[in-house]
């Protein structure tokens, strides 16, 4: 105790940190822990039943089996990687420009991931309109590439893929920034020293010089990538103006979460999903870790 109380004004630093942390983080994944074993409607009290909620939700759940894992999986394969990657492009390319320049187009880069949901979606239904009048399906009849309107937000084909296109575009975030930095800092002196050792390309500078560098960017920026893609799930409703979605075509974890939990007050399962989900995002994270935390004495 006397070690502590000698460190008292460090403690009192981190604590804003700490108290924001454990009431708005660390309860809320506790409460929903102990929740997950229960039968609760928000209206009784919680009654304890064990793994029932695991065991209906892994072997009984045909919509979370057939629609919203599957979907899921799919959704963040397209949007995880690929918004990572094409973030990283973006920068380095941005990283290019003279100073003035780049803070442009980083600015016009990251404002999208500024707009909320429905916001998102007021900008990008009038594109996706079904009907004639929509931009998208308007410059396709107007160059003959269709011959009909396209239900974009609404056909079961084309859901999932307008879903991943607008993410895509909202999703140059905080991570894309931390890239950007990641690459600016890159120490010059190792781009003349490579070229001194027979790197001959920009492609050899990047894979060998800039992408090591910058691994605790990398790093975070997949983490940000990850949690921004389990999260995404509400722009599939959003977009469609429908919960669930037509035929499930967008429904993800997240929906599915809100469907028992905000529609059905089946809060019990609602928790267990989201320890599931959870699940699925720490295990995501760890292989982030493997690909790009520092080894031994890096």
Not at 272 to 285: G, Q
Request: charged share 10%; hydrophobic share 50%; proline share 5%.
């Amino acid at each position: 105790m006397k070690l502590i109380w000698s460190y008292r004004l460090s403690y009192l630093f981190i604590a804003p940190f700490v108290i924001c942390f454990t009431l708005f983080i660390l309860i809320p994944i506790i409460v929903a822990v102990l929740l997950s074993f229960t039968y609760f409607n928000g209206l009784q009290p919680p009654r304890f039943v064990g793994w029932q909620n695991f065991l209906y939700l892994l072997s009984q759940d045909l919509i979370f089996l057939k629609h919203a894992l599957p979907n899921t999986i799919k959704f963040a394969i397209l949007v995880g990687p690929g918004g990572y990657i094409a973030s990283f492009i973006l920068a380095w390319l941005i990283s290019q420009l003279p100073s003035f320049s780049r803070n442009v187009y980083a600015l016009i880069i990251y404002s999208p991931s500024l707009v909320a949901g429905p916001a998102l979606a007021a900008v990008w239904l009038p594109l996706l309109n079904g009907d004639r009048i929509g931009y998208l399906n308007s410059i396709l009849l107007q160059l003959g590439l269709i011959d009909k309107p396209v239900l974009w937000v609404t056909d079961v084909k084309y859901l999932m893929g307008s879903m991943v296109v607008v993410t895509l575009w909202a999703s140059m975030g905080i991570g894309f920034l931390a890239q950007l930095a990641g690459i600016l800092n890159v120490n010059k002196e190792l781009y003349e020293a490579g070229r001194i050792d027979g790197i001959k390309s920009r492609l050899q500078e990047i894979w060998y010089i800039t992408i090591p560098s910058m691994k605790p960017q990398m790093l975070f920026s997949a983490v940000m990538a990850i949690v921004g893609t389990f999260k995404a799930g509400e722009i599939g409703a959003t977009l469609s103006g429908t919960i669930p979605t037509p035929q499930y075509a967008g429904h993800v974890l997240m929906s599915h979460i809100q469907d028992y939990g905000d529609i059905r007050f089946e809060l019990g399962y609602a928790s267990a999903i989201s320890v599931f989900l959870l699940i699925m995002m720490y295990l995501a994270n760890k292989l982030s870790h493997r690909l790009f935390g520092s080894r031994g004495d890096e």
